[in-house]
């Protein structure tokens, strides 16, 4: 079985946006997984899929989203959480994937969210990773406006240095790379879009009804959120990772993978 991945460039337009999109991805006989990473990431957070010997087979795409990484977009201005989601689905029309397993983390999450809305019949499971769902969530996007700065360059500097010094786990490991990761023309668009959704997108309940098997994903440190016991009740799976505050991929990473691998398991 293949244990590499490969890397690619997908050019495409989307509502007059010119877009190269760099991915990984790999082939194979079995169900493809779809991978959408947070802010500030990039699609390397998925890159160790390949290494859990237990999902050879299955094919996969990873790709950095416009504004992230190495993916090149025309006009970062008109970027949202939306036309992410519209900018994944092509990705996965790309590779003909017609039905998935979709996972996605902080802003991927509602990305995927947002893309299972859209298209539930191709959502086989969606492994939710400290997705928005709720206003609550926005504690990283949500300093677009309690540190309301007019020059980008000047806001993104001071949101990285109050990250690296957050006491959270992987804070600082995650804030030391986001210069290198991310345009800065893209953060407001992004976070604007994301606080609009979390405060009046009715998240929640779109998350409980979609008819895919469903997992929420979210470190120790965010045991207390308010909805956890509602998606316990409607029949989410809930996956509490030990040592970790929202960045499982960094903080514990086999124990990332081994939930998404019992997850995938109990439903087939």
Not at 186 to 196: G, H, L, N, W, Y
Not at 208 to 218: A, E, N, Q, V
Request: aromatic share 12%.
């Amino acid at each position: 079985m293949s244990r590499q991945f490969f890397k690619t460039e997908l050019e495409q337009e989307y509502e007059g946006i010119d877009l190269k999109i760099a991915a990984i991805h790999r082939d194979g006989d079995l169900t493809p997984f779809v991978f959408l990473h947070g802010f500030g990431s990039t699609k390397e957070d998925y890159a160790d899929f390949v290494r859990q010997r237990a999902f050879d087979g299955h094919p996969f795409v990873a790709f950095d989203a416009p504004g992230c990484g190495e993916t090149y977009c025309s006009d970062l201005s008109k970027i949202s959480v939306l036309s992410l989601a519209g900018m994944a689905l092509r990705v996965v029309e790309a590779f003909n994937f017609d039905r998935f397993h979709l996972v996605g983390h902080s802003m991927g999450g509602l990305t995927a969210l947002l893309l299972a809305h859209q298209a539930p019949e191709r959502v086989i499971s969606f492994t939710n990773i400290k997705g928005n769902l709720a206003p609550e969530d926005c504690f990283l996007s949500r300093q677009i406006m309690d540190y309301a700065e007019a020059d980008d360059e000047r806001f993104f500097a001071d949101f990285v240095d109050r990250t690296h010094s957050a006491p959270a786990f992987s804070s600082a490991l995650y804030a030391a790379s986001l210069r290198h990761k991310v345009r800065v023309s893209a953060v407001r668009p992004i976070f604007e879009s994301m606080v609009e959704l979390s405060d009046h997108g009715d998240l929640l309940p779109k998350f409980i009804r979609l008819p895919c098997h469903k997992m929420f994903m979210y470190g120790a440190d965010f045991a207390n959120l308010s909805y956890l016991p509602e998606l316990k009740s409607c029949g989410v799976r809930l996956a509490e990772i030990e040592h970790c505050g929202h960045f499982p991929m960094y903080s514990n990473p086999p124990a990332m993978w081994r939930e998404i691998l019992d997850f995938i398991m109990a439903i087939s």
